[in-house]
């Protein structure tokens, strides 16, 4: 796919609909149990839709906090990663991105499923790296907002 194809890019709209996905993604693929500890993995391996919808917030507001250099590190990955969906998936990705937490479970099912898709694309230790960069995003929201316990 080459750069014409791609829709115009506005400035962290990709890092930040991302980090919404990654969340989605995370929340909905994770295979482990829910612990009550708050700390960043364990609020992203929360199961369910409505830990997806908790934890997107957190990662958005995160990226914010993060030193500029991560925050183009993980601009550059989503960038990679979403290469690989087509021009319809990447429209249809960012709408539903944007609805955030108002998405329907139904909506957020398709969205980690687009993600999923994208993130497949990358090599493994990419993934691993915007893994951690989102886990530090998440991290960092949590220290700046208490959040209560569920």
């Known amino acids: ?13 990709w890092v930040v609909i991302g980090l919404l996905a990654l969340a989605v993604l ?6 482990v149990f829910y612990f009550s500890s708050d700390s960043a ?16 917030p957190l990662s958005q507001e995160g990226k914010k906090l993060l030193p500029i250099a991560e925050q183009k590190e993980m601009e550059a990955i989503y960038t ?3 290469q690989v969906l087509s021009v319809e998936e990447q429209q249809r990705f960012m709408t ?9 479970d139904a909506e957020i099912k398709e969205t980690a499923t687009l993600l999923d898709k994208a993130m497949r694309s990358l090599a493994p230790e990419r993934v691993a790296r915007l ?12 220290q700046k907002t208490p959040t209560s316990s569920p």
């Open 131 to 142: 893994w951690e960069l989102v886990s530090k995003a998440v991290q960092l929201a949590q």
């Open 96 to 104: 539903l991105a944007k609805k955030g937490p108002a998405a329907t």
């Open 1 to 13: 796919m080459t750069t014409a194809n791609l829709p115009p890019k506005k400035s962290g709209t």
């Open 26 to 31: 995370a929340v909905i693929a994770s295979r």
């Open 80 to 82: 990679e990663a979403f």
């Open 41 to 56: 993995v364990d609020v992203l391996r929360q199961e369910g839709l409505q830990a997806a919808r908790q934890t997107m």
